[in-house]
Nanobody, 122 residues
Framework: VQLVESGGGSVQAGGSLILSCAAS????????MAWFRQAPGKEREGVVV???????RYADSVKGRFTTAKDNAQNTLFLRMNSLRPGDTAMYYC?????????????????WGRGTQVTVSS
């Protein structure tokens, strides 16, 4: 299984970015996948999970601003981030699980990408 993130960059507060996570060896449509982020000196935190049945669960800090979607044709998971804040600055990681867990706990995920950096300036 390989997960490859892309789409990170530097934006000003209030801006938007779309992150992509291209999967190989893993079927996005029927899988449980999530986005996590980790800022320097902080623990990795769950942003959103998209479960096997398509249901989603967002962290309170991003509700109403971030949206995740699966593209079955491209076998890719997307994360659209609007109204970005300096506090969103972090390395963003895509993860996938063997099971349908709908969890934002990073220890429960089996596969990880290498991450893409998002930097939001004020």
């Amino acid at each position: 299984v390989q997960l490859v993130e892309s789409g990170g960059g530097s934006v000003q507060a209030g801006g938007s970015l779309i992150l992509s996570c291209a999967a190989s060896g893993y079927t996005v449509s029927g899988g449980c996948m999530a986005w996590f982020r980790q800022a320097p000196g902080k623990e990795r935190e769950g942003v959103v999970v998209s479960d096997c049945d398509g249901s989603t669960r967002y962290a309170d800090s991003v509700k109403g601003r971030f949206t995740t979607a699966k593209d079955n044709a491209q076998n890719t998971l997307f994360l659209r981030m609007n109204s970005l804040r300096p506090g969103d600055t972090a390395m963003y990681y895509c993860a996938a699980s063997y099971y349908c867990i709908r969890s934002l706990d990073p220890v429960r995920y089996n596969y990880w990408g290498r991450g893409t950096q998002v930097t939001v300036s004020s």
